[in-house]
């Protein structure tokens, strides 16, 4: 009986225990969650109230200590102290042990039978430690939300650019930055709550239409150039991109606009600068022509299309391609322009002469060539007229000693030869009078070619210099000026070296026939026996380049561009024997150049030279129509 009253009575205490037990377990998670609420409390104060809504909890409040360890921090009842009679729980964060919440009983609890701490006392520090673990993810999401919203809000406002956010229904602005009430100058006040059509915004009718059908068709538009009115009534250019938003579940679009107004009114003034120089301007990336001005279109006779991509160097004379090049080198180097003089081909064939200086600039954000050029084909005419005057007056005095000279020697000998037939024509044998004969007959060619030479080179001066043109292949001609030096200078090795498919040039084909004559002549003349001359021609861009190259005595650097003024013959050669009045070379620049040529020499004494002559190329459709 008695044990099953005992019985009975222990089995009541026990359900009331645990009623207890429950009751404070619900009143604790109630007082957390109460707690876990409020906004207006810091992580930190939270866990300070727990430890003590804790305490409370379990079976002998009075003994029991709590303390939560959490991220480093220590939250504990006033009372705790380290004890063997404790549970304790792990407090997880994002799947990571974090911390721990521990209960200990400070002395021996009484009547501690069963085990120290009840299942449900177990259950519950369970559930309040899932609970601290619960309350930190949310405050830590809470905390990176904040984070990234003060972020956005400072980039927002701190932007440079006008950023706006406006709903996508009606277009109303719900928010605009600084930079929008700067450069509008609407207030914040004034533009949110209305639409860009309402405050005038758009300076062109039609790309707000076109931006909204961009928009409409969901096509995401980035740095499309577009101008806007602000309040003043100014024009501002700038550089528009948009994007989709969802605001608070309602479509949205956040515009951004970089103001690029002041970048295009200096761009406008550089344009009309240059659109309106005298001087050629150009832009050049890799050697390539990437901007040219209507001045240098001009002067090369390309259009601005033609010339894109195209490279300098192509229009610069071969012979000039040397100074071009270093002088920009040297700019490039020395970031100081170093002006140069050079010779341009026209598309249509005219040199001109220009002088250029060239500096370093950023184009499309690489670094290029900035060229300007003058275009100073006029002044070289004059200066050259002036030079040519000057030493007129100094050659006519040379001209009459000379022109006697050479006249003379050639008369004295067919005098001195005929006189000698005259007078012993009886006792001269057949060979010895064959041998005068010759020489009578050499003396009277060398007198008739120095007559001509005389005569060319007045008709030159005359401007009375004409020529009898027709397109002619240069391949042909070549075989048969080559065929007959060879008989002329048996002694010498005569070579050509012909590039394939050479264009046919139109030309006074007995004129080219005379400068190649001479030339080779002039090759075989001051060059030893059993050498080499090689005559070359290729093509180069629109002309035909021709090489008269030689293994002779050579001619001095100094003496290069005056061996082909008139009656020029260099010093030490006069006493040398070789015959010669200076005419031939002065004879053949003439006539080059009357063909629209140039005519140089390049030379090392003692090695050899070499005649460089140009003449244009005609292209093959105009031969082909002529037909
Ligand atoms: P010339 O009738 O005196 O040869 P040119 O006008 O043909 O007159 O040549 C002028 C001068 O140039 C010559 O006197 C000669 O000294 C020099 N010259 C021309 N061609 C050559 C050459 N191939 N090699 C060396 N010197 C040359």
Known sequence: M???????????TVTGNALDIHFKELRCLYDIASITGATDISLNDRYAKIVNILSRAFQYPEITSVRITLNGNEFKTANHRDSRYKISADIIVQGVPTGMVEIGYVETPPGATNGLFSMEEKLMLDAVAERLGTITEHRLAEEALRESEEKFSKAFNASANLVAINRLSDGTFLEVNDSFTRLTGYTRKEAIGHNASEL?????????????????????????????????????????????????????????????????????????????????????????LQYTNPQFQKITGYSQTELLDRRLLSMVAIEDSDVVRSSTAFTLQESSPYPCEYRIISKNGQVKWVMQTVSLVRYDGKEAILGNLMDITERKYLERKVIEYEELNKLKSDLLAT????????????????????????????????????????????????VDNLLDSSRMEAGLLKLDRSPTDIRQLIKKVVAEAKIRASHHKIRTSLSNNLPKSNIDVKRIRQVLDNLIDNAVKYSPEETEVLISIKRSGRELLFTIKDRGVGIPAEELTSIFDRMYRIEQRLSSGVDGMGLGLYICQGLIEAHGGRIWAESKVGQGSTVYFTLPAVRSMLIKSKR
């Open 2 to 12: 008695n044990s099953k009253k005992t019985g009975k009575r222990q089995s009541e």
């Open 200 to 288: 005038q915004l758009w300076a062109d009718e039609d790309e707000h239409v076109r931006l909204v059908k961009a928009i409409n068709n969901n096509i995401k538009v980035h740095n499309m150039e577009i101008r806007i009115r602000n309040k003043t009534g100014e024009i501002l250019t700038g550089l528009y991109s948009s994007e989709p938003i969802v605001i608070n579940g309602e479509e949205c679009y956040l515009h951004t606009i970089t103001d690029i107004t002041e970048q295009r009114q200096s761009q406008e003034i550089l344009q009309t600068v240059s659109h309106n120089s005298p001087l050629g301007i150009y832009i050049m990336q890799d050697e390539k």
């Open 403 to 450: 022109v006697s000279h050479e006249l003379r020697t050639p008369l004295a000998t067919i005098k001195g030869y005929s006189t000698m037939i005259l007078d012993y024509f009886a006792r001269l044998t057949p060979d010895e009078m064959k041998e005068y004969l010759v020489t009578v007959d050499n003396s009277t060619n060398r007198l008739a070619k120095l």
